[in-house]
């Protein structure tokens, strides 16, 4: 089984249960072992230090996005990071009945992905 260290970015007030949904899903339905590298806290400047480490050791950035990223400092900041190191990185639809935001500073660009194992598996090849 490959490993990839994935930084997982999501609105920690809004949608912490879809990161463990991801990761419980991922021992289930990915042959990658992802590796979770986020980090959950406060934005300050040693969490900004520490998030730009991260994202830096990090292969991909995975963006779970739910009803109110949009209004996720803490994504906005990781989004940005991710932009500026030049991270490959793709946008997942947390909320299947839900309409989902994208973060603030997303590229036009940038779809939001089904939360499908088959092309959430797809993206994280290398």
């Known amino acids: 089984m ?22 419980a899903q991922a021992r289930c339905h990915s042959p990658h072992e992802i590796v ?15 998030a730009r480490r991260r994202i830096a050791q990090a292969e991909i950035v995975v963006f779970i996005c739910g009803e109110n990223t949009h209004t996720a400092n803490g994504v906005e900041v990781e989004m940005t990071l991710a932009q500026q190191l030049q991270k490959s990185y793709f946008l997942l639809k947390g909320r299947r009945h839900r309409t989902c935001s994208r973060p603030r500073s997303a590229r036009r660009s940038d779809v939001i992905h089904r939360w499908s194992w088959r092309r959430i598996n797809a993206l994280l090849e290398p």
Do not use: I
Not at 2 to 22: I, K, M
């Open 2 to 23: 490959a490993s990839r260290r994935v930084y997982l970015s999501f609105d920690f007030d809004h949608d912490d249960e879809l990161r463990g949904s991801f990761l």
């Open 36 to 50: 979770d590298c986020s980090l959950p806290a406060a934005v300050d400047g040693r969490w900004t230090r520490e």
